[in-house]
C-alpha cells in the first residue's frame, strides 16, 4: 500500500529529520518551529485532526486574536503557517512506533513505513465521555468538556456540571463566574474532590449539588441543548433537568495507545517528560496533553510544542557534528542544581 506522498511499506525511503505524531495545538506548532529550522518536518494528523479545539466554540484566550474565532478556524491558520514554511501534512493515522533502534520507525494506518531520527509525539487526551444519547449530537452547541474554554459563552445561563472529583469542582467554581446557576451532578452521595474544594463549593450561593444522579440522554431543540434526562443511581427514579449548557468532567484520557512498554507513562498514562520535553527515550520528544495533565491550555500546548521542537533541533544537531549518544541511557534531568538561594 502507498500513502500519498508516495512512501511504499517495507521500501528504504529516505530517513526523515522528524516526525511529529498529532494535529493538535502542540503538533502544529511543533512542525512550524521545526520547519523554520529547514528539517523539512512530516507530521502525521491521527485521527481526531485538530485535536480537542478543533471541538470548542469560540477562542477568545488565544493570544493575538480579539476578535475571537472558532476552534476549527484556529487549527486550519495553525496548519496553514506550519506549511508555509514547510511542514508536510499527512493525513493519516500511527498504528505502531519501533524505538528500540535508530532510526526509529513509524507504521501507519494506510501502510506508509517511515523511518526518523527524531519522533515529536503530540497525540494529545481526550475526555471520558458519558457515552450517552444526545453527547456526540451536541458537543459544541451545549456540550462542553472544557469550562475556560466555553464558560464565558453561557453568561447568565443554567448549567450543569457532571462529575464529583477535582476537575468537576473546579470548573464548577469557574463557572460560577458567568453562570446565573451551576448545579452538579454527581452519581454518589459525596464528592471525591479535594477538602478545600468541597468547601469551596458548598459555601458557593450560585452551586447546587444533586447527588445519586446520572445523565441518561441529552436533548435539545434548534441545534442547542435545552435539558437532559437523569435517573436516581439508588431508587432508579428517572426526571428530567431543564438547562442552557452540560459540561463534562468525569475524566480524560490521554491517547498512549502506541507507547505502553516503549516509553515511560506516569499511573495516569500520561508521558513522563523533563523541562526540555525529553521522554525516555534519546530523540523522542514529547509536547501538549500527552504529557501535561495540569494546565491543558492551547496556549500551553503551543508553548510546549515550541519547545519540543527546539530541544529536537539540538539533538539533531548534536547527531550531525558526530558526538557521541548513549541510546541506552535515559536522557532527562529531573533533580537540577540549584543556581542559588532565594534572597
Known sequence: ????????????????NVIIIGSGPAGFTAGLYAARANLSPLLITGNDYGG??????????????????????????FKAQAEKFGTRVEFDYVKEIVVDQHPFLVRTESGAEYRTRTIIVSTGARPRYLEVPGEKEFTGKGVSYCATCDGFFFRGKDVLVVGGGDSAAEEALFLTRYASRVRILHR???????????????????????????????????????????QDTVTGEEGFLTTDGVFIFVGHLPN?????????????????????????VPGIFAAGEIQDKVFKQVA???????????????FLEELEAGHAIDWSADPREFALPRVGALA
Not at 208 to 227: D, Q
Open 1 to 16: 500500500m502507498t500513502s500519498t506522498n508516495g512512501h511504499n511499506a517495507g521500501s528504504q525511503a529516505p530517513v526523515e
Open 52 to 77: 480537542q479545539v478543533s471541538i470548542t466554540y469560540d477562542i477568545e484566550n488565544y493570544p493575538g486574536f480579539p476578535e475571537s474565532l472558532s476552534g476549527p478556524e484556529l487549527v486550519e491558520k
Open 188 to 230: 454518589r452521595d459525596k464528592l471525591r474532590a479535594s477538602k478545600i474544594l468541597q468547601d469551596r463549593v458548598f459555601t458557593n450561593e450560585k452551586i447546587e449539588v444533586l447527588w445519586n444522579t446520572v445523565v441518561t440522554e441529552i436533548v435539545g431543540k434548534n441545534g442547542a441543548v435545552t435539558g437532559v434526562k437523569t
Open 256 to 280: 498512549n495507545e502506541l507507547f505502553p512498554g516503549k516509553l515511560e507513562l506516569d499511573e495516569d498514562g500520561h508521558l513522563i517528560t523533563d523541562r526540555k520535553y525529553r521522554t525516555n
Open 300 to 314: 500551553t500546548s503551543v508553548g510546549q510544542g515550541c519547545g519540543a521542537a527546539m530541544s529536537a533541533t539540538r
